[in-house]
């Protein structure tokens, strides 16, 4: 065999060496990925359990026990110093009543203390001027005993306060009257799936899940007008209804 010949051969061969070697590569990719793939899932899914779906909604009526209102002075002068030493004065005087109608210093906190100036409204062609000093010193008042409410305004008032309203009723036990809404929503959410199975001709299993609507409302005012207290400010507390819903979810029993 002479030296091109030879040459020629070893080519040959070494060309077949990588062929095999890429085609061996091939194999193995190839198979690593149609390993790699995920099973085919089945068509047939199975179909979703069956449920009985409701609403049920609880209330529960209660009157408050205790309120918080409101109450302060503003005054104004020509400078702060003024406003500021009328305003003391007339906060002490509104402290000394509230004292007197039996509300206990814990009871009382200061929700805002403000000092602004004041301008005359601006006119055609002309600046706004300084004239004085507004001083506010609000209070918020808490009552226990509900059924003074309107005699602390009347002592408020008579005292020199130029603010008072805002009257808000509490519940102080709202957690537990919440509580007694919710067993009463599951009992409508139970009235409902039953009688929807019973329509359905099917039987009621258990509860599969429950939840609460947030966005529902906790409290609606129930009007329930009361006598205006004597020598004192006719103030109605009524009631609250305190309200639930909740959706329920029923198995069906086979």
Same mark, same amino acid.
């Given at each position: 065999?002479?030296?091109?010949?030879?040459?020629?051969?070893?080519?040959?061969?070494?060309?077949?060496?990588?062929?095999?070697?890429?085609?061996?590569?091939?194999?193995?990719?190839?198979?690593?990925?149609?390993?790699?793939?995920?099973?085919?899932?089945?068509?047939?899914?199975?179909?979703?359990?069956?449920?009985?779906?409701?609403?049920?909604?609880?209330?529960? &009526?209660?009157?408050? +026990?205790? /309120? !918080?209102?409101?109450?302060? $002075?503003?005054? %104004?002068? =020509?400078?702060?110093?003024? #406003?500021?030493?009328?305003?003391?004065?007339?906060?002490?005087?509104?402290?000394?009543?509230?004292?007197?109608?039996?509300?206990?210093?814990?009871?009382?906190?200061?929700?805002?203390?403000?000092?602004?100036?004041?301008?005359?409204?601006?006119?055609?062609?002309?600046?706004?001027?300084?004239?004085?000093?507004?001083?506010?010193?609000?209070?918020?008042?808490?009552?226990?005993?509900?059924?003074?409410?309107?005699?602390?305004?009347?002592?408020?008032?008579?005292?020199?306060?130029?603010?008072?309203?805002?009257?808000?009723?509490?519940?102080?036990?709202? &957690?537990?009257?919440? +509580?007694? /809404? !919710?067993?009463?929503?599951? $009992?409508?959410? %139970?009235? =409902?799936?039953?009688?929807? #199975?019973?329509?359905?001709?099917?039987?009621?299993?258990?509860?599969?899940?429950?939840?609460?609507?947030?966005?529902?409302?906790?409290?609606?005012?129930?009007?329930?007008?009361?006598?205006?207290?004597?020598?004192?400010?006719?103030?109605?507390?009524?009631?609250?209804?305190?309200?639930?819903?909740?959706?329920?979810?029923?198995?069906?029993?086979?």
């Amino acid at each position: 065999m002479n030296e091109s010949h030879f040459t020629n051969a070893v080519a040959v061969h070494t060309g077949r060496r990588v062929l095999l070697r890429a085609a061996a590569l091939f194999t193995v990719i190839f198979t690593v990925m149609f390993a790699a793939l995920p099973a085919r899932a089945d068509d047939t899914k199975p179909a979703p359990e069956a449920r009985i779906i409701v609403i049920g909604e609880g209330s529960i &009526s209660a009157a408050p +026990d205790h /309120a !918080r209102i409101t109450s302060g $002075v503003t005054t %104004r002068a =020509k400078t702060a110093k003024e #406003a500021s030493d009328a305003n003391a004065k007339a906060m002490a005087a509104i402290l000394a009543a509230l004292q007197s109608a039996g509300i206990e210093q814990k009871d009382v906190q200061t929700s805002r203390f403000s000092v602004q100036p004041v301008y005359t409204s601006p006119g055609p062609n002309m600046e706004q001027r300084l004239t004085g000093f507004s001083v506010s010193n609000q209070v918020s008042v808490t009552i226990r005993q509900i059924d003074k409410v309107g005699d602390v305004l009347d002592r408020l008032v008579t005292a020199g306060a130029t603010d008072a309203g805002n009257v808000e009723f509490l519940h102080t036990e709202q &957690s537990k009257t919440l +509580d007694r /809404a !919710r067993e009463a929503a599951m $009992v409508d959410a %139970r009235r =409902k799936a039953e009688l929807y #199975a019973h329509a359905a001709g099917l039987t009621l299993g258990g509860v599969a899940w429950v939840t609460e609507d947030s966005s529902a409302p906790l409290f609606a005012p129930k009007v329930a007008m009361r006598a205006a207290m004597p020598g004192g400010a006719p103030i109605a507390t009524g009631e609250d209804t305190l309200q639930v819903r909740i959706t329920v979810g029923y198995e069906i029993a086979h």
